[in-house]
């Protein structure tokens, strides 16, 4: 293990949205480091075969995030059932785009309650264990929480938001030994991503973008870098080498693309007429529909 790394072996990481995308591999190579894996999602087979193919002790949840008593109860049974946790991963999220004033109001309070809310509906459930192990808190956000977008609006938000909370929640439990890590993306290759290119306009928007911006880029390499910061319980954790950059120039970013998003706008304008409400995207945003389309039991 090199210098600023903590072995997982033994270690107990939880793993939200873990179906599929970030989550699944995450859990994969956390698993193949020697940590024992706690699954939690909105899709109980896919989070069971996820289970299934780890090289360690695991097991999964059904809960969503948004849930503040699910979420305590999955907290309590992931402390039976391992005896402790060490690392928590609030990765599950969603995404949906198209202009503002087009936008389903339903769709776009969901993108920030499963994003934002469900960050810190995590971080409450868990915090209580992860003080017992003076674990680490990881929250996934996203190049958006750095750089705002047209089109984007709730997950920019949401996506700033989760930064702003992981940021307070560092200073606030620090004392007790808990670390929280805030982890940024940019366009990574995972079923949001594929999903939110179904759009043309989405899709040609971000093309034209400047690079490095405008690539998606591929989920292993990403994966492992955030797993490399989780092993340093690191406070920011970069899946692309050159967001860290992006820190610096950040205060200039909101004039800059205030000034080219009116430009790209009033290009696009005439194709998003009539375009229809958009829902959530990708395979994951068709489960969280799926999930509260259920009948309350």
């Known amino acids: 293990m090199s210098s ?16 599929r995308g970030v989550g699944e591999l995450l859990a994969r190579k956390l698993s193949a480091r020697g940590a024992r894996i ?17 090289h360690t002790d695991s097991d999964h949840w ?13 907290a309590q049974e992931v402390k039976q059932r391992f005896g402790k946790v060490d690392i ?4 599950a999220g969603v995404a949906g785009g198209g202009p503002f004033v087009d936008s389903d109001p339903d769709t776009w309070r969901r993108v920030v309650e499963v994003n934002l809310i469900g960050g810190a509906v995590t971080a409450r459930a868990f915090l209580p264990v992860l003080a017992e192990s003076r674990g680490y808190f990881l929250q996934i956000a996203s190049l958006a929480a750095i750089t ?3 089109m984007m609006t709730a997950y920019c938000a949401s996506k700033a938001g989760v930064e702003a909370f992981a940021h307070c ?16 993306l940019s366009w990574t290759d995972t079923d949001m991503v594929r999903g939110a290119d179904e759009d043309d306009v989405m899709r040609e928007m971000r093309q034209r973008l400047p690079w490095p911006a405008n690539r998606t880029y591929p989920l292993g390499p990403a994966v492992d870098r955030i797993v490399a910061g989780i092993e340093r319980r690191s406070a920011h954790v970069y899946a692309q080498w050159w967001l ?3 820190q610096s120039v950040r205060g200039y970013l909101p004039a800059v693309i205030a000034f080219g998003g009116q430009r790209e706008m009033r290009r ?30």
């Open 268 to 297: 696009f304008e005439p194709r998003l007429v009539g375009g229809g409400k958009r829902g959530l995207v990708g395979a994951g945003g068709a489960a969280d529909e799926h999930a509260r389309s259920r009948p309350t039991p």
């Open 148 to 150: 705002p977008a047209p």
């Open 38 to 54: 706690a699954l939690v999602g909105l899709e109980p087979e896919a989070l069971k075969e996820v289970s299934e193919r780890l």
């Open 169 to 184: 929640l560092r200073a606030e439990v620090g004392h007790k030994g808990v670390k929280v890590g805030v982890g940024y």
């Open 4 to 19: 600023g790394r903590s072995s997982l072996e033994g270690q107990v990481a939880v793993v939200t949205g873990a179906a």
């Open 244 to 246: 860290r950059g992006m």
């Open 88 to 91: 928590v991963i609030a990765n």
């Open 62 to 74: 059904y809960a969503d995030v948004t849930d503040h008593e699910a979420m305590v109860r999955v």
